[in-house]
Each structure stands twice: as C-alpha cells, then as structure tokens.
C-alpha cells in the first residue's frame, strides 16, 4: 500500500534514519523501512517488526523498539511485539504478564490480540501435558513405536509443545543407550533425539525407494 505519509516530521524522518542504521549494522535489509510503502516512522518500524517476526530475527526487533523509546514516538502494537520476543527468548511468565495486562487496553485490536496470544499459551501447555501422559503411558506399555510416532510428531512440528524438553528427558532415562555412555541427562536427551531422528530418516529413505 502506497504511503500517506507526503510530509513526514523532521523527528518521524530522523526516527527512520536511526532505524536504517540499525538494520544496516545487523546486515539485515529492510524490507519496509525507506521503501515508501508505509508512513514514516513508528507505521513502517511496525511494519519491519512484523518482517522480523517471521525470520525470528529479535536481536534486531529489540534494537528497533528500542531506538523508537529513545525517540519517544510509540504504538502500543510494540508492546505485542515486545511479548512475542519474550515468548522466543524463553521468558514466558513475562510475556504472558504483559498479554494479560492488554486484556485491559482501550485499543479493541490490541485486546484481541491478547486475548489470541493468551488462548494459544493454554493451547500449547495443555498440549503439552497430553503429550507428557501419553509418553509415560507408552513407556510403561513398553510401547516403543508409539512413543517413537508421538516424540517425532513434536519434535517435527512448527511449535513444539512447551514441556517437549521435560517430556524428552524423562523418556530418554528409559530409552537404549550405547554402552559407555556417561551419565549425563543432557547427553542422554541428545542421544534420543538422534535415535529418533535416525529412525526417521530410515523410513523417509525406505517411502523413496519404493
């Protein structure tokens, strides 16, 4: 969409010029900034985050958000943004936190925004501990080709469930080890992982030489 923005602010211009230099320092062309597209400034930073977003690139969103607080020029939008890096770097408590705290914001777009992020928090934790049920069951059984099927099917997915990592440790205490293998949980998480990834790759390979 072409921009409205004909006369752009000396601080919405100097705002764009900051942020230029910020993605030219992290290498990263931008895809919205300077192209004319979006109004300058705070709509086409926006628009860049939601870029960065897909390619997961939160070093250079953090720096952007950021040099929009040093200009003092703001959207609630990043406040959003702001939670979904949290949720990639691992802080969970807090982007949930400040998802809630939207829930309250006078802005409709943004409280559904909360809302769709919140439902898919309880989403993936409730996913999660299915999954970490259906494995203890299926190691009790002695159900190995079962908990293979469910431990790839996560492992493979786009969004693994949060409790993967625990649910993976505590399966791979009960899985075959090489002999010698030193007592490290960590180290058996990681052998697991490659039995079952090996274990996949065999059977894509045995699907193509049909």
Known sequence: MPSSDANPSDAALQLRADALQICQRAAWLPQ???TGRFDTGVP????ELRALQKVRAVHVSQAL???CRRHRLWTPLFEDVEARI???LGDRARAQARWTDLLHHPDSNLRGMAEKALAGLKAKAESGAQLATEVAQAVDRNETDRLV???LAALLTEEPPEALEDV???AAL???MPERMPWDRGLFTHQLVLDLFERQLRQWEAEHSD
């Open 32 to 34: 919205c900034i300077g």
């Open 44 to 47: 086409e930073i926006y628009a």
């Open 65 to 67: 958000i950021a040099c």
């Open 86 to 88: 949290w949720m990639f």
């Open 149 to 151: 099927t469910m431990l």
């Open 168 to 170: 993976l440790e505590a």
């Open 174 to 176: 009960q899985w075959p």
